[in-house]
T-cell receptor, first 110, second 116 residues
């Protein structure tokens, strides 16, 4: 099964950009890359998703490598409310599976 | 619009008992997904229901089962509870098969099951 690999933790400062990496070297051509985040004591919430092209929305940007073997979630100006566990997920269309990575625990320093 | 709701919020059982967890998807959503999140671990995919049918299941033993009702709500049953079943069980819904349109999953707040 295709899977994702993320750093266990990252730390950044408030109002600075944050780049959260994700490796998915066995991704196939039809697998979507999704990012969710989970704040303490809450269920995960959707952040962004993409297939091949870079994507932007009000929450974040998603940069996808040309070979699609990796991607980076970019928070342009981190706030304290962005402290959460960020999950990089592959939607594997062929096997109809959702594969969560380990997640990256993001700490934001004031 | 109401989000995904789960009940009960907390449930305490003893080893060997059965637990039933419930999930109501967002109105209009036909797909329901169940995940297990044990303490300190990531989300493990359990089950996916769509239009009343089980479409896929994760690598869990058969004592984890469930169903989806005609109103698209869903129930997760865990039989013969073991200590390691203690976890947060999360339900998510989507308006259609997420694999087709790469849509968004909407998660509930979860049901915390404690097995003593």
């Amino acid at each position: 099964d295709a899977k994702t690999t993320q750093p266990n933790s990252m730390e950044s400062n408030e109002e600075e950009p944050v780049h959260l990496p994700c490796n998915h070297s066995t991704i196939s051509g039809t697998d979507y890359i999704h990012w969710y985040r989970q704040l303490p004591s809450q269920g995960p919430e959707y952040v962004i998703h993409g297939l091949t092209s870079n994507v932007n929305n009000r929450m974040a940007s998603l940069a996808i490598a040309e070979d699609r073997k990796s991607s980076t979630l970019i928070l342009h100006r981190a706030t304290l409310r962005d402290a959460a566990v960020y999950y990089c997920i592959l939607l594997i269309q062929g096997a109809q599976k959702l594969v969560f990575g380990q997640g990256t625990r993001l700490t934001i320093n004031p | 619009e109401a989000g995904v709701t789960q009940s009960p919020t907390h449930l305490i059982k003893t080893r060997g008992q059965q637990a039933t967890l419930r999930c109501s998807p967002i109105s209009g959503h036909t797909s329901v997904y169940w995940y297990q999140q044990a303490l300190g671990l990531g989300l493990q995919f359990l089950l996916w229901y769509d239009e009343g049918e089980e479409r896929n299941r994760g690598n869990f033993p058969p004592r984890f089962s469930g169903r989806q009702f005609p109103n698209y709500s869903s129930e997760l049953n865990v039989n013969a509870l073991e200590l390691e079943d203690s976890a947060l069980y999360l339900c998510a819904s989507s308006p259609d098969r997420v694999y087709v349109g790469a849509g968004e999953l909407f998660f509930g707040e979860g049901s915390r099951l404690t097995v003593l």
